[in-house]
Each structure stands twice: as C-alpha cells, then as structure tokens.
C-alpha cells in the first residue's frame, strides 16, 4: 500500500506499508511468522533501546535478541558475541 505519512511532519511524505499475502501455500507460512513477529520484536527493540524499563522486561521474558541486553542472546551466538566484543574492546584501546 502506497499512503501519505499520516502525523509524520506534515503530510507530505509517502510511506508504503506492508502488505502480507495468506494465501494457505505452506511456503507463505514462515513469511507469515516472520513478518508478524519481526515488525512487533523491533518496537519492542527500539524502546528498550530508548530505556524503557517494560520493554526491558518483555525482551527479557520473551528472549526478544537485543545487543545491549546480554539476557536476550541467543545461547548458540553468545560466544561469537562476546569474542567480537572482546576484539572491539581491544581496537579501542589502540
């Protein structure tokens, strides 16, 4: 869907939305949960990011993966993460 921005400045940009298509083909099916859940988990995401301490806890609860919540890893990436970080640390010591 193509629309003008509604509340966003004033008016004049064009957004397009998301259009999902649940037409019953098994391949739709985990387009169907990724896009379902993707565009929540991002709010979820980005107020976390911003502090807030509901979001904290849903991302917490739910295992919403957020770089900034060590909780939130997944266990199968938490060593890749940590010896990234561990190499970043150690380039800004340079």
């Known amino acids: 869907a ?3 921005g509604g509340g966003v400045g004033i008016g004049l940009s064009i957004h397009a939305g998301m ?3 649940c037409d019953g083909r098994r391949e739709m099916d985990k387009r169907i949960v990724t896009v379902l859940t993707t565009d929540p ?3 979820i995401v980005r107020h ?3 502090g807030y ?3 904290i806890e849903i991302a917490k609860k ?3 993966w957020h770089p900034m919540i060590r909780d939130t890893w997944p266990d199968d990436r938490r060593k890749e993460i940590e010896l990234i970080e561990k ?3 150690k ?3 340079k």
Do not use: P
């Open 91 to 93: 380039s800004l010591q």
């Open 53 to 55: 301490e509901r979001a």
């Open 2 to 4: 193509v629309h003008h």
């Open 87 to 89: 190499e970043v640390e």
């Open 19 to 21: 259009c999902l298509v």
């Open 48 to 50: 976390a990011d911003a």
């Open 62 to 64: 739910h295992k919403v």
């Open 41 to 43: 988990g991002i709010g």
